[in-house]
């Protein structure tokens, strides 16, 4: 199984900055088959980006996706308080499907 | 608009099994291309992928899982279940029904279509207890 590590575990910002979240996988992903989810405390997870750097719909541009091979990156521009939650990367490269421990964001 | 829906017991003896059904509105379960998912997520934990069920009878399961699991399609009632036998304290968590994002691809080495996910279930927490 490919397993995905992401850092740090906690980042501590305030609003109006910027966050870069990582995700490293196990094994490189064949053409950057990389997804990351924001998840609400008590709700679903939310997809903000696939195929590395394409943004799901609906999401706002302050949110995106860049890296390849084991190498992956969220990036997320002024900060905005519904923003401090916990992101996922999840692989679909290769079976099984895989998820990141999460990074959570905090004040 | 598309809406998932999980429904089960929440509250599971350990070495029972587990059933669970997602009922899915506005959408057909045997539409083209579309992959319908368990994932889990203990408290406080990462997700964990279940498994899928395409229509009209294909299924992919985590080996981690797949000896003890059973995924099926319910298309007079547009539900699908998730069956998880022999369950222990491990298996409390919150369990999410979720469907594939149009942008698959097929992988060569497990013959599968591969997927992130974008449209999920407000998930039912399950807790194995005695």
């Known amino acids: 199984d490919i397993v995905l590590t992401q850092s740090p575990g906690t980042l501590s910002l305030s609003p109006g900055e910027g966050a870069t979240l990582s995700c490293r996988a196990s094994?490189?992903?064949?053409?950057?088959?990389l997804a990351w989810y924001q998840q609400r405390p008590g709700q679903a997870p939310r997809l903000l980006i696939y195929?590395?750097?394409n943004r799901a719909t609906g999401i706002p541009d302050r949110f995106s996706g860049s890296g390849s091979g084991t190498d992956f990156t969220l990036t997320i521009t002024r900060l905005e308080p519904e923003d401090f939650v916990v992101y996922f990367c999840?692989?679909?490269?290769?079976?099984?499907?895989?998820f990141g421990g999460g990074t959570r964001i905090e004040i | 608009q598309v809406q998932l829906q999980e429904s089960g017991p929440g509250l599971v003896k350990p070495s029972e099994s587990l059933s669970l059904t997602c009922s899915v509105s506005?959408?057909?379960?045997?539409?083209?291309?579309?992959?319908w998912n368990w994932v889990r997520q203990p408290p406080g934990k990462g997700l964990e992928w279940i498994g899928y069920?395409?229509?009209?009878?294909?299924?992919s399961y985590n080996p981690s899982l797949r000896s003890r699991v059973t995924m099926l399609l319910d298309t007079s009632k547009n539900q699908f279940s998730l069956r998880l036998a022999s369950v222990t304290a491990a298996d409390t968590a919150m369990y999410f029904c979720?469907?594939?994002?149009?942008?698959?691809?097929?992988?060569?080495?497990?013959?599968?279509?591969?997927?992130?996910?974008?449209?999920w279930g407000q998930g039912t927490m399950v807790t194995v207890s005695s």
């Open positions: 979720a469907r594939n994002h149009p942008q698959r691809h097929y992988d060569v080495s497990s013959h599968k279509y591969l997927f992130a996910f974008d449209l």
């Open positions: 506005g959408d057909s379960l045997s539409g083209n291309n579309q992959y």
């Open positions: 069920f395409y229509y009209p009878g294909s299924t």
């Open positions: 094994q490189s992903l064949s053409i950057n088959y």
């Open positions: 195929d590395a750097s």
């Open positions: 999840q692989q679909y490269g290769s079976s099984p499907l895989t």
